[in-house]
């Protein structure tokens, strides 16, 4: 079933294997969203070898980065220690996990001065962390940003093709039954939501409850992951953010509501670690639709997305199927689901340039949930929470 999850950055990661300004290439991404998987497909597909490394299980291969950063010496090193042969061109040299090996990060810049037809990708989580404590080679790499699996990577993991022409159609009036065998696919994806290992339980056994377990086997595992923050943020804190994040999805960010238990100080800490870990995205507000949206950015008002719905309804409580079966999506939770489902698929299709619209004046709350770029177009969306109510801010 795994050969099912086909992902769609394999298209950018073709683009980069094409390309004439091809650098070394890091891969960004929170954890368990299937980076190492996707690299090692796409090597196996269109490379005659992949040659990996993990630096994590592998740290004796450390010592071959802390003698030298020399690029000829490391591959063969490294060609001698896996007994196999890197061949320009046609071997995918693959860096698994390199934030456990810092020195490795500053050595893709020598393999792009020195040895550029060496194909080089690499991966990892927390990789912020390490690039905040290394002399980075600006200029010398790349990078692609990875997220969990959206609406049309879960309908391809489905087979389902009719929903699949769609959805990647243009807009048009559907007939009432084809439009609610859509809602109907649309409501499983917001309970299996987008992460890779939740998905493929779900294909091979039909079971939500199976989904719901990786879900909650997945927040442990973040969970666990926060002690190795502890340089950066308390860890009980930490959790407090993550949970109190969840509940918040649509509504502005103040700090003292994400925990009752630390200052202000310290929640901003562990929000801004997890903001680098990639479990959470911050959603900036600005007062002025005129893009570039960048140069509008308030430091004061923004909301914040979880990584992934499916781990957003775990962690809310929402994991259970007779309320999604609702007929009212957008109406569950204070249409919070809704806005984090439309959240987290334009932070993908946008590469996360994604913001709202608030009014800077104080004391109004007058919101348009989300703004984006087309084109070098703002184009206004509101998440529109149940039948009653307008849209006065858009």
């Not at 994604?354 to 770029?373: H, P």
Request: hydrophobic share 40%; proline share 4%; glycine share 4%.
């Amino acid at each position: 079933m795994e050969n099912a999850l086909k992902r769609l950055i394999e298209n950018k990661l073709l683009d980069w294997k094409n390309s004439t300004r091809r650098k070394p290439l890091i891969l960004r991404g929170a954890r368990q969203i299937g980076k190492t998987w996707s690299i090692k497909e796409f090597g196996d597909r269109y490379y005659k070898n992949t040659v990996t490394v993990d630096f994590e299980k592998e740290r004796d291969l450390h010592s071959f980065f802390e003698k030298s950063l020399d690029p000829l010496m490391i591959t063969q090193s490294i060609e001698i220690i896996k007994r196999t042969t890197i061949e320009p061109g046609r071997t995918l040299l693959f860096f698994d996990e390199i934030q456990s090996c810092p020195r490795a990060i500053t050595a893709l810049r020598y393999f792009y001065e020195e040895m550029k037809e060496i194909h080089v990708i690499a991966a990892g989580s927390l990789l912020e962390f390490a690039l905040s404590e290394i002399s980075f080679p600006v200029g010398r790499v790349q990078f692609l940003n990875m997220y969990p699996m959206t609406f049309t990577e879960y309908l391809m993991a489905t087979e389902n093709e009719t929903a699949l022409e769609i959805v990647e159609s243009e807009p048009k009036e559907l007939p009432e039954q084809i439009h609610d065998a859509l809602l109907n696919e649309l409501r499983t994806y917001f309970l299996v939501g987008g992460m890779p290992e939740s998905i493929k339980v779900f294909l091979e056994s039909s079971s939500m409850t199976n989904s719901f377990d990786v879900h909650k086997e997945l927040i442990s595992t973040f969970q666990d992951d926060f002690s190795k923050y502890a340089p950066y943020a308390d860890k009980h804190c930490l959790n407090d953010v993550f949970k109190n994040v969840a509940r918040t999805i649509g509504s502005q960010i103040k700090y003292t509501h994400l925990s009752d238990s630390f200052s202000s100080p310290t929640i901003k800490k562990a929000f801004e670690t997890l903001l680098n870990a990639k479990i959470i995205r911050k959603i900036p507000s600005v007062s002025n639709i005129d893009p570039p949206f960048q140069l509008n950015i308030s430091l004061k008002k923004f909301k914040a997305l979880l990584l992934d719905i499916g781990l957003w309804q775990q962690l809310t409580g929402m994991s259970n199927y007779l309320e999604l079966v609702q007929a009212d999506l957008s109406n569950i939770y204070r249409g919070a689901l809704a806005e984090q489902f439309v959240g987290q698929e334009l932070v993908c299709a946008n590469d996360g340039e994604v913001c709202y619209w608030a009014r800077d004046k104080r004391g109004s709350n007058a919101e348009v949930d989300y703004l984006v770029t087309v084109d070098g177009e703002p184009y206004p969306i509101e998440i529109k929470s149940g039948k009653a109510g307008s849209l006065k801010s858009i």
